[in-house]
């Protein structure tokens, strides 16, 4: 943890501002101790480098798993192509010029890919993940200055409100328990004028007839590392066949889709080991989680005028899109 980011943390039970306590730093950041808040009566441990506002298990330690064995494979620094700087890009509609030297909020950073893009433009960084993912993302980008990683709770953020030009979350609200409270933590983030944007499944009817919804009944209950070791011999496995049926004549993409797998074969310039490493992430990201709950654009819309936003835009690059401009309402 670097000491300037006391000015944006704030308790998420009190909201009171924070004290550093019993501090041990390490070229220049501190490594452990504690954060008292200002009435003395909650205290969270910085461990590892990261302040901890959550405690224990939870219901997203299955993206903790699969990170711990392939943290680096959705960095565009490690495949060597630009696919998560095309998705960040894409869905946020912001520059790297708007963003530099700002303050951005990445809730939901996971090992860090679309934090990644923000810091190489000159963003700094709140990377916060309620997992345990989120010390992959500080392996991962620790040597970024500007990167503050922080373990917490969407629904109870240990940040001060309207702290943040920018906010984002990719991949992530989809898979909490309340996706509308969720989406409704992150404008009050967002300072005024600031931005917005947020990305989710799409819930349609085809969607509803993907093989994920038929098998998570089961795997969503399996203990995480089984099912991360289940999928580590029938992914591969999987893949090639969908790959076989792909190259069907007519028939062939439809067919794909009924093997229960994710196969970016033709779609993502990548390599076979790429390939089958990506899969194996995205079909655990299929089956994993606790909770899984696509959105309609409608609904987007309708949450996105509720939080008061303008300027709104809901649309599909590559998931379905949601960004605007918030705007505070004040009183007389």
């Known amino acids: 943890m670097r000491v300037e980011i006391l000015e944006l943390l704030r308790c998420p039970q009190c909201a009171g501002r924070l004290t550093l306590q019993d501090a041990h730093t390490l070229d220049g950041r501190v490594e452990s101790g504690s954060l008292l808040c200002a009435g003395g009566e909650h205290r969270y441990p910085i461990r590892s480098f990261i302040p901890r506002f ?22 565009d620094s490690y495949s060597g192509h630009s696919i998560s700087a095309e998705r960040f890009w894409k869905a946020t509609g912001w520059t790297a010029q708007q963003i530099a030297g700002q303050w951005v909020l990445d809730a939901g950073c996971g090992a860090g890919r679309f934090a990644e893009i923000a810091l190489q433009a000159g963003a700094k ?7 345990n993912a989120i010390d992959a993302c500080y392996a991962n980008l620790k040597q970024h200055p500007n990167l503050h990683p922080i373990q917490g709770n969407i629904y109870a953020l240990p940040l ?42 799409e819930k349609s009817w085809g969607s509803a007839l993907l093989p994920k919804y038929w098998l998570r009944p ?5 203990p995480q590392e089984r099912l991360f070791a289940l999928l580590e011999v029938w992914v591969p496995r999987l893949w090639s066949l969908s790959c076989v049926l792909g190259r069907i004549p007519v028939a062939g993409r439809g067919l794909r889709r009924l093997v229960p797998v994710v196969n970016y074969t033709g ?12 899969a194996l992430l995205d079909t655990f990201d299929w089956y994993g989680p606790a909770y899984d709950s696509p959105q309609t654009a409608r609904t987007l819309a309708r949450w996105s005028r509720q939080a008061g936003l303008q300027q709104i835009e809901v649309t599909r690059a590559g998931h379905l899109v949601a960004r605007g401009v918030v705007r505070h309402a004040t009183g007389d």
């Open 218 to 222: 089961v795997t969503k209950r399996m």
């Open 160 to 201: 001060a409100p309207e702290s943040f030009p920018y906010v984002y979350s990719l991949g992530v609200l989809q898979h909490t328990p309340d996706v509308s409270a969720a989406f409704a933590a992150l404008p009050p983030m967002v300072a005024e004028g600031g931005r917005l944007s947020v990305d989710f499944y």
């Open 125 to 131: 960084v709140v990377a916060l993940d309620y997992s």
């Open 267 to 278: 779609v993502l310039p990548l390599s076979k080991q790429q390939q089958l490493e990506w």
């Open 54 to 75: 959550v405690s224990g298990s939870n219901y997203a330690d299955n993206f903790g798993a699969q990170w711990r064995k392939f943290r680096q494979t959705q960095l």
